[in-house]
Each structure stands twice: as C-alpha cells, then as structure tokens.
C-alpha cells in the first residue's frame, strides 16, 4: 500500500485526500494497514478455508447491521448479493435478523461486585427454527455468536463456543469466525469516527 493509495475505510469514511483528517488517520500507518489487510484477508481470501465465502459474507454483513454504520452496512450487504446472484434472499434474510435483534448495547452483567451496577438488561437473539431451516445449523450458530460477542461480550461463556462446535465448527474455523466479528466491528468504529470527525471539523468536506 502506497502513500496515495486509498483503503476501504477511507472510502466509506469520505474521508477526502490530502484533508487534515487524513492525514491524522494516515498517521496511523498501523491500524490503516490493518484494516485493510484484514478485509481482503477475511473477506476476499484466496483459500476460504474452514468458512466458505458465503458464510464470511453472510456474518460480517450480519455484524455490520448490528452496528449501524450505514456505509459499512450498505458495503457488506452488497458484497453478500455480489457473491452469487443467488444470494439476494439470503442477504435479505441477513439484515432483517441482524435489525429485528439490534439493540442499544454492550449490555450483560459482569461478575458480582463493583462493577455489577453497570449490569444492562439485554435479549438473548436465538435464531428462529422456521430461520433456521434457511440458514441452516452452521450459519445459524455462527450469527447467535455475532451477536453475543457484539452486543453482549459480557455474558460470553464457553457453552458458547461449544455451541458453534456442535453445530459443526471446528477449532479453526471458530478462531476465523472470531477474527471476522472482531474486524467488522473494528472497521464499523472507526468508519462511523471518522465520518463523526469530518462532520465535526469539516462540515464542507462531510459526504453525506
């Protein structure tokens, strides 16, 4: 990646070239080339692997709609339909689960003592059986755990990686099923910062 070259999150952020504010996210040279890396690595990989692409597509596209950062969703729902033409219904399924089970979060509860007072009260998304047949066991486990670990990492247990073994993940595929979630919901972040900070310092800059 070169120094004018642009990455992913710089387009969906609009953040403008050459603009103080990227050169402030340019700054960052680290966390940049993370992010791009990671997309391409996690979303267009040469080898899927343990997850096929459509279930790469389908969980971080599901993740993106929990974090309601509009550009990042809008991309990662049409990479979904863009993988097979097949997969418009699928997408369509994708984001109405991810916005009828969004909520105002991170919410659980934290072991008892001190920090119990910051305790929320937040529903448990359990993917519907009529869903299920759908999406079948696999894809189904894997958007129960997105949404645990995106709105309520507190309540994560291991029960919760035995229930994406049993419905078929294998060690490695859970450890890239992890790195999928943690990527979209890194990426949303700062996009969503970063589009907050061009709104802020310069409104005439700011894509809406």
Do not use: C
């Amino acid at each position: 990646m070169t120094h004018h070259d642009t990455t992913l999150v710089e387009r969906l952020a609009g953040v403008v070239p050459g603009s103080p504010i990227d050169r402030a996210w340019r700054a960052r040279a680290e966390a940049r080339r993370f992010a791009e890396d990671a997309y391409r690595r996690l979303l267009h990989p040469q080898d899927p692997g343990p997850i096929s692409l459509v279930e790469r597509r389908a969980v971080a596209a599901f993740v993106a709609v929990l974090n309601g950062e509009g550009r990042t969703r809008d991309h990662l729902l049409a990479l979904l339909r863009e993988t097979d033409p097949t997969l418009v219904p699928l997408a369509r399924l994708i984001e109405r689960e991810a916005e009828d089970s969004s909520h105002p979060g991170p919410y659980g509860s934290f072991p008892a003592g001190p920090l119990s007072a910051e305790d929320l009260d937040g529903p448990v998304y359990a993917v519907s059986y009529p869903v299920q047949h759908e999406l079948g066991l696999r894809l189904s486990a894997a958007l129960e755990y997105a949404h645990l670990v995106t709105l309520h990492p507190r309540d994560a247990t291991p029960d919760s990686l035995a229930a994406l073994a049993k419905a078929g993940w294998t060690n490695g595929g859970i450890a890239l099923l992890v790195d999928i979630i943690g990527f979209v919901n890194f990426q949303s972040r700062v996009v969503a910062g970063l589009r907050s900070s061009i709104a802020a310092r310069q409104p005439h800059l700011a894509v809406i």
